[in-house]
T-cell receptor, first 114, second 117 residues
Framework: KAGVTQTPRYLIKTRGQQVTLSCSPI?????VSWYQQTPGQGLQFLFE???????NKGNFPGRFSGRQFSNSRSEMNVSTLELGDSALYLC?????????????FGPGTRLTVL | AQTVTQSQPEMSVQEAETVTLSCTYD???????LFWYKQPPSRQMILVIR????KQQNATENRFSVNFQKAAKSFSLKISDSQLGDTAMYFC??????????????WGAGTKLIIKP
């Protein structure tokens, strides 16, 4: 079974631009979560989607948004990029069968904001 | 709010030795899950082991085992017969259980483990 895939793997943008990252979960997984990883702040939860609905949101500004499609694929968007948005963005998927919620991660998208 | 603390920023051991990584957490929840993930230089986050808080038996996965002390809120990872491929950042993570759909991982700061030949 194929793992979680994320595209693109690397992105370079300039301040003020916007960016869209994509995540395809493991087949059959319906929950997708996004995390930001930076050297200074570590791993922080962005948001989680299930059945095309955002179930949870972390403590990030409104410039960070996401959505999930009917096939469980998810995208996250960052508008008006700032230098501090440079990070590794990790997507994780899980089956979401009640108590069984182990998250499996993709390889990440490395975003650099210049 | 839940917090996860990993007090060892970096550790190094010789190949074939046993190493234990520490993790403590703080929560008022009774139903939760604990995880260890490894992140090698490739940056791919890989699940190592999972522990359900309601299970008294410590989880094991081949060379990896945990020492789960619920009362002490401690969750250490033991790696036996360490291999060069175990070199990675290791993250301890907490997830609340239950039916309120709050399925987010709370992460520790990580421990960098170096296995020396």
């Amino acid at each position: 079974k194929a793992g979680v895939t994320q595209t693109p793997r690397y992105l370079i943008k300039t301040r003020g631009q916007q960016v869209t990252l994509s995540c395809s979960p493991i087949s059959g997984h319906r929950s997708v979560s996004w995390y930001q990883q930076t050297p200074g702040q570590g791993l922080q939860f962005l948001f989680e989607y299930f059945s095309e609905t955002q179930r949870n949101k972390g403590n990030f500004p409104g410039r960070f948004s996401g959505r999930q499609f009917s096939n469980s694929r998810s995208e996250m968007n960052v508008s008006t990029l700032e230098l501090g948005d440079s990070a590794l963005y990790l997507c994780a998927s899980s089956l979401d069968l009640g108590q069984v919620n182990t998250q499996y991660f993709g390889p990440g998208t490395r975003l650099t904001v210049l | 709010a839940q917090t996860v603390t990993q007090s060892q920023p970096e550790m190094s051991v010789q190949e074939a030795e046993t190493v234990t990584l520490s993790c403590t957490y703080d929560t008022s929840e009774n139903n939760y899950y604990l995880f260890w993930y490894k992140q090698p230089p490739s940056r791919q986050m890989i699940l190592v082991i999972r522990q359900e808080a309601y299970k008294q038996q410590n989880a094991t996965e081949n060379r990896f085992s945990v020492n789960f002390q619920k009362a002490a809120k401690s969750f250490s990872l033991k790696i036996s017969d360490s291999q060069l491929g175990d070199t990675a950042m290791y993250f301890c993570a907490f997830m609340k259980g239950g039916g309120d759909s709050n399925y987010q991982l709370i992460w520790g700061a990580g421990t960098k483990l170096i296995i020396k030949p």
